[in-house]
């Protein structure tokens, strides 16, 4: 049984995708530019090795990013096909 969330999506020629149970859908801020879901699709939890912590450029949004979601861009709903 696989377990299927749904995810809006920022750049991808789609709105909406599926991604699998266990897989994240990862977009970069340069959409067009940057190599990512919109190119490879949703990437297993087991190939992460990080994740971002500050932000350093530019100086004058230089923070410490807590984790969060923005709004509308967590899992829309869950399926089991």
Sequence with gaps: ML??????T???KNRFV???DGHFWIEGD?????LDSNSFG???????????SHIIWPPHRWQ??????PPNRGPL???ED
């Design 77 to 79: 709903e869950t399926s």
């Design 42 to 52: 949703p990437v297993s939890v087991g190939l992460l090795h990080g994740r971002a």
């Design 18 to 20: 599926r991604v699998p």
């Design 3 to 8: 377990v299927y969330h749904v995810a809006r």
């Design 64 to 69: 410490k990013i807590r984790p969060a979601l």
């Design 10 to 12: 920022l750049g991808y």
């Design 30 to 34: 340069h959409h067009g530019h940057s």
